[in-house]
């Protein structure tokens, strides 16, 4: 364990210096919550850097308990943006996977359906809460029907969602 907790600090701590020597002057977090709003998501090296320091912060936390102070510690640095899903919905308003299934479950179980009529109910259920992760999954299906496997599978599955978004 603490074997792992030097190696974590060593490669943090190189990343963050390469980040320094390449990156511009970046905003503090303070000025970028006056940039993003719940609408508008935080830049992708602003949350780079909070979770760098917030990681610097709770270094001999593990497992649920640094999950926890990670949480705390960016929502502390973006107040008034939404980071996490909550409540069974993501950042952007759609219902988590989680939730989405467990729902169309629900409706499943309520209608008393089995077999092949449960599995076209509970796919149809989902794909009508989440079109986009149906999407994605049609994507994958596709690309790995082509023999494409990892770097390569995720690169086809991005596009395709993105072209299907488009």
């Known amino acids: ?3 792992f907790v030097i190696v974590a600090a ?3 701590g190189f990343g963050g210096a390469a980040q320094a020597q390449n990156a511009t002057p970046a905003k503090t977090p303070a000025q970028t919550v006056g940039a993003a709003s719940a609408d508008e998501p ?4 602003e ?7 917030c990681v610097s912060e709770n270094i001999a936390l593990a497992g649920d308990d640094l999950r926890a102070a990670m949480r705390i510690c960016m929502q502390g640095k973006f107040p008034g943006v939404q980071l996490y899903a909550r409540d069974g919905l993501t950042r952007d308003g759609k219902p988590t996977a989680a939730a989405a299934r ?9 209608r008393k359906l089995q077999g092949s009529e449960r599995i ?3 796919t149809a259920c989902f794909n009508g809460k989440r079109p986009d992760l149906a999407q994605r999954s049609e994507c994958r299906k ?4 082509k ?4 770097a390569d599978l995720r690169k086809a599955v991005d596009t395709c969602a993105r072209e299907a978004r488009s």
């Open 47 to 53: 949350r780079a850097k909070a979770r760098q320091d």
């Open 120 to 122: 076209a109910a509970l």
């Open 1 to 3: 364990m603490r074997s």
């Open 147 to 150: 023999g494409l496997d990892g």
């Open 10 to 12: 060593f490669v943090l």
């Open 102 to 110: 467990a729902a169309c479950k629900e409706e499943a179980d309520g």
């Open 142 to 145: 596709e690309a790995r029907a």
């Open 42 to 45: 935080i830049p992708r090296a």
